[in-house]
């Protein structure tokens, strides 16, 4: 399955809304050291009950990312 998400970091909370054109992820974890995408993964896993292991991230430096998920 591959999504389309749009990453917010420095958020007060860790949150996944879905929106018309895939979903909105707030992470609280910064941008750096890629941190940001680690938080977005943990957060996938749990949403969709599934492994870390399984999620691919496309585009890592881009806010608006393409998630592959197996």
Known sequence: MIIHVK???NSN??????TEVGYEIEVKAKPEDNKANIAVIKL???HFN???K?????N???RNKI???N
């Open 60 to 62: 890592p430096t881009s």
């Open 13 to 18: 909370e860790d949150k996944i809304k879905k």
């Open 7 to 9: 990453v917010k970091p």
């Open 50 to 52: 599934v492994s870390q």
């Open 54 to 58: 399984s999620i691919k991230i496309k």
């Open 44 to 46: 996938l896993a749990k």
């Open 67 to 69: 998630i592959e998920i």
